[in-house]
């Protein structure tokens, strides 16, 4: 597949021109009064997900230019070849079937594989929440998933996400960082005979996850655990690697499904757990009709493909270095966790294909924390700070409170209100953001807190905001199975889109290799004191440390 690389498409330069005559002071309050019909002509419909990119910094022009750039790239053809299970992770020669794991029988590639190993590890999910959270001597209360990364991520972001779908008789404990305090603490509550340990690595040789699994193996027998066998659960490739673990129950998945896209596969079983069956389908099925959206739709209405073109003209022509994820829902609060692996680990690259060094940016910054939390942090630089970091807005219009049926009328109205607060920050954050204040409304306002030193006029300049501000909002009706499924399907297919467009290969992770490399030959040494070789500020540490 030849197609060329972005920076030397006309639609490049066509985008670039369009920069310098419209694109650098686009100002969004000027489009909203000149255009009526802007929201409608920035809105986009997928499974699921409504989104508004009205008060994104783009143009209709910009739109068409990118949709250019897009079809000069051959990005419908790459997606093809995704789907198609082309080896599109060059490096390591494999494909990147996320997609299989969530097409129903008989649909899609290694139908059989996928659906045989879904159906093994359901019966199983069937058998553990049976009896969970029972007064059998060995009745199941609480999963400890161990594992890291994209073993961990998906598991940890979904479980509490699902909150009011969760099984109300299992506790689940997420247990990733080789510092063992994240194990101490989960072992301080749990007891051996009560508990089921997932040891999840696609490689079971993660330093990390095998450090924490051989801890909490060596626990549970001097707690006078017995049954191994029953109490410890592998998800991973490496089914002989388990097993010499001494684990009789695997879950198997493949090398063409990447960590960070695994959350589906085998090493979704916490979330099986926590769900059940019927929810897990759900949370599948939600992702395929994504999946379907994706590898359907017409390029100017298909929302990955407006997203990552979205991505490509913020980073490589507005220069805008990152992008703060707030989710308005409690629920997903580790999904900007879970989209800086997903981004970044994908993105995060520097050469083409052919190993050249790209002269253009990739990936940005991903981060983020859930409103409202994160309007009493770090909103202060979004509103007045001097990067520009465009905000993406998620609101969910009905909340699904646990155990709402068992509330007191009083107690219902109250939590409704509290979700029309929650709802009312968002718009209001986005309102702000695009709108600002100038000095002149500013100096209007009383301010009892003001120093009355100040004079009035340097007082309004530091409560003004410029506004203009960019952000997109992604509305979901409720928080279910399905409408995550989607939500993360539609992250996965934005990712791939922006990197199709940079011509990075966005499957692999080559760079985390060196530290964990580095890891290995230090480790001996910060026992013996040995510095011999080594720079003067490893050693000094070194020295320091021990
Ligand atoms: O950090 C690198 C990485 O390989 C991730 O891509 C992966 O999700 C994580 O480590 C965990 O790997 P494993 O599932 O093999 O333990």
Redesign the pocket.
């Known amino acids: 597949m030849k197609y060329p690389r972005c920076d030397q498409t006309v639609a490049w330069g066509a985008l670039q021109g369009h920069l310098q005559a419209h694109g650098l002071d686009l100002d969004l309050r000027e489009r909203f009064a000149q255009d009526p019909q802007r929201v409608q002509r920035f809105t986009v419909q997928a499974p699921h997900i409504h989104a508004d990119l009205s008060r994104a910094h783009l143009d209709v022009a910009t739109v068409r230019h990118l949709l250019d750039l897009a079809r000069e790239c051959g990005m419908e053809a790459r997606r093809d070849a995704l789907l198609a299970g082309e080896p599109v992770n060059m490096t390591e020669g494999r494909a990147a079937l996320h997609t299989a794991l969530r097409a129903p029988r008989g649909v899609g590639l290694h139908s059989d594989l996928v659906h045989d190993t879904l159906d093994r590890m359901l019966a199983y999910v069937d058998g553990i929440r049976a009896t969970a959270g029972g007064s059998a001597p060995d009745d199941i209360h609480h999963v400890v998933n161990i594992?890291?990364?994209?073993?961990?991520?998906g598991p940890q972001m979904v479980v509490p996400a699902l909150d009011p779908f969760v099984h109300p008789k299992l506790s689940f404990h997420f247990v990733s960082n080789v510092d063992g305090h994240n194990l101490a603490a989960v072992l301080r509550r749990v007891r051996p005979e009560h508990t089921l340990f997932v040891i999840?690595?696609?490689?079971?040789?993660?330093q990390?996850?095998m450090a924490n699994a051989q801890a909490a193996r060596q626990w549970f027998l001097d707690q006078g655990g017995q049954d191994i066998a029953r109490h410890f659960v592998a998800t991973?490739t490496n089914v002989d690697g388990a097993s010499a673990f001494g684990i009789r129950d695997t879950f198997g998945f493949w090398d063409w499904v990447?960590?960070?896209f695994?959350m589906w596969s085998s090493?979704g079983l916490p979330i099986a757990l926590a769900l059940g069956r019927e929810h897990f389908k759900d949370l599948l099925a939600g992702a395929y009709e994504m999946d379907t959206h994706f590898a359907q739709t017409p390029l100017a209405v298909n929302l990955p493909v407006r997203l990552g073109l979205l991505d490509v003209w913020y980073r490589n022509f507005k220069g805008y270095t990152s992008r703060c994820v707030a989710p308005y829902h409690h629920g997903l609060r580790r999904l900007p966790a879970y989209l800086q692996?997903l981004v970044m680990?994908s993105n995060g690259k520097r050469v083409d294909e052919g190993g050249q060094p790209l002269p253009y940016l990739t990936s940005d910054v991903v981060w983020g924390e859930p409103g409202t939390n994160g309007q009493h942090a770090f909103f202060q630089m979004l509103h007045q700070g001097t990067d520009i970091i465009p905000v993406e807005f998620i609101l969910v219009r009905q909340s699904t409170h646990r155990d709402e049926d068992q509330w007191s009328p009083a107690l219902r109205e109250l939590m409704a209100r509290q979700h029309q607060v929650l709802l009312s920050n968002g718009l209001a954050q986005a309102q702000a953001l695009m709108w600002g204040k100038t000095p002149a409304e500013a100096a209007q306002e009383v301010v009892p807190t003001a120093n009355p030193a100040l004079s009035a006029d340097v007082l309004a300049h530091h409560r003004s905001f410029p506004g203009n501000r960019p952000s997109l909002t992604l509305v979901l009706d409720q928080l279910t199975p399905q409408s995550l499924g989607a939500l993360v399907a539609l992250y996965e297919h934005r990712t791939f889109v922006s990197g199709a467009l940079w011509g990075i290969n966005s499957f692999d992770?080559w760079g985390?290799e060196l530290g964990k490399a580095m890891c290995q030959s230090l480790l001996p040494r910060l026992a013996s004191g040995d510095v011999s070789g080594l720079d003067g500020a490893t050693a000094a540490m070194i020295e320091r440390l021990r």
Do not use: H
Not at 147 to 153: A, E, R, T
Not at 200 to 206: D, G, V
């Open positions: 594992g890291i990364g994209g073993s961990d991520l999840a690595s696609k490689t079971f040789a993660t990390e996850t991973t990447g960590g960070r695994s090493i692996q680990e992770q985390v």
